[in-house]
C-alpha cells in the first residue's frame, strides 16, 4: 500500500486538505471565500479566486462554514468583497474614507477625522 499518495479531500465545503486549496488567480465556480492565510482571505468572483487581505488584528478565521476577514487596517488598493460592493471604511489612521469599487478599495474622501458608527461612515472635513 502506497502511504506517500495524498488526495484533496473536500472538509465543510470549501475547506480543503494537504495544501490542495484554491490559490489566487485559479478557475472557481460559484462563490464563496476560504481563508489562504492568517492576513489573506480568497474570494470566488467572476470565475476566479481573488484575494481579499485582512490586514486588521483578528486576521482571517474560518468558523464552521463561515470566513470572518478584518479589514479594519486594509489600504487603498487593496481587493475588497463582492458583497462590501459600495461600502466604505475608515482609513486605519482615520483620516480618510476607502470604498469598495468594482472590487478594489478608492479612496473616497479626506477627512480630518472618519468614524464609523452602526455600519454608517462619517468623515469630518
Known amino acids: ?35 489562504d492565510e492568517k ?10 479566486w481573488r484575494e481579499v487581505p485582512c490586514r486588521g488584528p483578528l486576521g482571517c478565521s474560518e468558523t464552521g462554514q463561515s470566513v470572518r476577514c478584518d479589514t479594519s487596517n486594509n489600504v487603498a488598493g487593496d481587493g475588497c468583497a463582492s458583497s462590501a460592493e459600495g461600502t466604505g471604511l475608515c482609513r486605519a489612521d482615520g483620516r480618510a474614507v ?8 478608492a479612496e473616497t474622501a479626506s477627512c480630518s477625522q472618519c468614524s464609523v458608527q452602526s455600519g454608517q461612515v462619517t468623515c469630518q472635513p
Open 98 to 105: 476607502l470604498e469598495c469599487r468594482q472590487g478594489v478599495l
Open 39 to 48: 492576513t489573506l482571505a480568497l474570494e470566488c468572483r467572476g470565475g476566479t
Open 1 to 35: 500500500m502506497n502511504r506517500s499518495l495524498l488526495a484533496c479531500v473536500p472538509l465543510f465545503g470549501s475547506l480543503l486538505l494537504g495544501g490542495c486549496g484554491p490559490s489566487a488567480g485559479g478557475d472557481c465556480n460559484g462563490g464563496g471565500f476560504v481563508c
